[in-house]
């Protein structure tokens, strides 16, 4: 019962202090309506944890990997994804430009951000996948990267509608192509290998301590 309240304080505390970060970066956006369009996708993954918290509580490894990938998309929506200003912080740290140091041409705040979705929400993914059943073998490891992908498509497919539907400024900043015409594929890329690199490491982790185990026991 102890371990249970202090695992729920755990969430308790993650959940208010996304709470302070939330309303930090509502403060003064960089477009709004660009940033209340972002949000929809906090306030459904926020109600789907309400809604499902009495069948399915993360555990505090996954709890942790969707408080800091909400953290990276609130960065990103308080900006716009492409203008978030990491090479100027990165100047005043070092006094070089990150952009031309890689060779970048473009903001790359959004491929970072797609990147995250498959490394930091494929853990959590083959959690749940699990707790509904799921045996904790090769399919827990490989449905979850299925799902990312699957789940990138429908978002970019998302952001294309809805740039249609705006139209204009606002529909452009919301679609952040920044003139890439294969910006959707490019993200769609990343979003899945960021989780093979997680599944890789739940692989290498669930193997070390099954070792571990046997030889304990």
Same mark, same amino acid.
């Given at each position: 019962?102890?371990?249970?309240?202090? #695992?729920?304080?755990?969430? /308790?505390? =993650? *959940?208010?202090?996304?709470?302070? +970060?939330?309303?930090? $970066?509502?403060?003064? %956006?960089?477009?709004?309506?660009?940033?209340?369009?972002?949000?929809?996708?906090?306030?459904?993954?926020?109600?789907a944890l309400l809604f499902g918290?009495?069948?399915?509580?993360?555990?505090?490894?996954?709890?942790?990997?969707?408080?800091?990938?909400?953290?990276v998309h609130q960065l990103g929506?308080?900006?716009?994804?492409?203008?978030?200003?990491?090479?100027?912080?990165?100047?005043?740290?070092?006094?070089?430009?990150?952009?031309?140091?890689?060779?970048?041409?473009?903001?790359?705040?959004?491929?970072?951000? #797609?990147?995250?979705?498959? /490394?930091? =929400? *494929?853990?959590?993914?083959?959690? +749940?996948?699990?707790? $509904?059943?799921?045996? %904790?073998?090769?399919?827990?490891?490989?449905?979850?990267?299925?799902?990312?992908?699957?789940?990138?498509?429908?978002?970019?497919?998302?952001?294309?509608?809805?740039?249609?539907?705006?139209?204009?400024?606002?529909?452009?900043?919301?679609?952040?192509?920044?003139?890439?015409?294969?910006?959707?594929?490019?993200?769609?890329?990343?979003?899945?290998?960021?989780?093979?690199?997680?599944?890789?490491?739940?692989?290498?982790?669930?193997?070390?301590?099954?070792?571990?185990?046997?030889?304990?026991?």
């Amino acid at each position: 019962m102890e371990t249970d309240r202090s #695992h729920r304080r755990f969430l /308790l505390t =993650l *959940a208010g202090l996304f709470l302070m +970060v939330w309303g930090a $970066l509502a403060i003064a %956006p960089f477009n709004r309506h660009d940033w209340l369009l972002e949000n929809l996708l906090v306030l459904a993954l926020v109600a789907a944890l309400l809604f499902g918290h009495k069948h399915y509580l993360p555990s505090r490894s996954a709890a942790t990997l969707i408080f800091l990938y909400l953290c990276v998309h609130q960065l990103g929506a308080h900006y716009t994804y492409a203008n978030v200003p990491y090479d100027a912080w990165w100047q005043t740290l070092t006094g070089e430009s990150l952009n031309d140091q890689m060779g970048w041409e473009r903001n790359q705040f959004d491929r970072l951000a #797609h990147f995250s979705y498959g /490394l930091l =929400l *494929a853990y959590p993914i083959r959690e +749940v996948l699990i707790r $509904l059943g799921l045996r %904790p073998g090769f399919w827990s490891l490989v449905l979850p990267v299925d799902i990312v992908l699957s789940t990138s498509a429908v978002y970019e497919l998302i952001e294309w509608f809805g740039a249609e539907m705006l139209g204009g400024g606002l529909g452009r900043t919301f679609l952040a192509t920044q003139n890439d015409r294969w910006d959707p594929q490019k993200d769609m890329a990343l979003a899945t290998a960021g989780a093979i690199v997680a599944m890789i490491v739940t692989a290498l982790v669930v193997k070390t301590q099954r070792s571990h185990n046997d030889s304990a026991s």
